[in-house]
């Protein structure tokens, strides 16, 4: 979905690909260049920033609150569904922290009727960034593959299956489609909206966010695996900035001689079917895997998370 956002995926506030200047079709050759590694006067500097658009006095605090409110949960083995709630309605479930479906949404998306075909027929000349190669296990590295082409090319580029990972277009904003999905207004406020696109097989890797989160399902179905946000002391996560733990646990298939502690962990596996939307509280991790073409988006809340309410971190 991955508080986004260099999750291991994409950094919520640091796209694979920043933002396109107008909702024109633009040439491949004119992505911006790869942010830069930030020192740590910058990552402090991120951190104050975090804080401060989030309300709080200290991110760390945040991440604790969101933690020890998860060790009262109840335990869930499923993630149940509900029918299109209005703003009210779903901020009073969501305050309650645990993942949820909703239905009758996204089904009704101009994008969700567009196939690989249509795609390629209307946003053929925007640029896109590709993740190649092995980019689940160099998720958090700052040189990771990337391949820069139009979303022409890289259809053409995945409508034959290829060995190993398939390229990845993920975490991205791609402001012509925006006007094709109607967001509900869920969060008070969002950031925008992200775009995945890619064949079956693409993995974005266990991590979590520190932000609320609404992932719609436009196109194809996705296996996500959910794990809550207490459960980090049996994951081995690691900080990729403030807001963003990724964890090398694959969730699908933990390898128990390298990670025994991931034994204690719950892990929950939803199928997100084309229309659906899953709400994945924030701090809860999570691992997304394509089981056929998919097209996702996602909006991360700009705020104290919903299951904060009330309360006062740190």
Known sequence: MTSNQNHPAALPDQPDQPAQPGQSAQPAGRLPPRPAVPDEEARQARARRDAAVRGVSSIAAM?????????????????????????????????????????????????????????????????????????????????????????????DLVAAPVPGLPPYVGNLELRAMNHLCHWPAYFDRMGPPRFWLGPAGTVTPLHCDYDDNIFAQIRGTKRIMLAPPHHDAYLYVREANPVLFGSPVDAEAPDFDRHPLARHATLIEVIVQPGDMLYVPAGWYHQVHALSFSLSANRWARALPLALRGVTPG
């Open 63 to 155: 991440r604790d609150a969101i933690r020890d409110a998860a060790r009262t949960l109840p335990r869930i083995d499923s993630v149940p569904r509900i029918r299109r709630p209005d703003a009210a309605a779903f901020r009073a479930r969501a305050a309650h922290g645990l993942p949820f479906l909703i239905e009758g949404v996204v089904g009704r998306w101009p994008l969700c009727a567009l196939d690989p075909d249509a795609l390629r027929a209307q946003f053929g000349e925007v640029p896109v960034r590709a993740r190649v190669g092995d980019y689940i296990n160099t998720a958090f590295a700052p040189d990771r593959a990337m391949q820069d082409m139009s979303l022409r090319a890289y259809l």
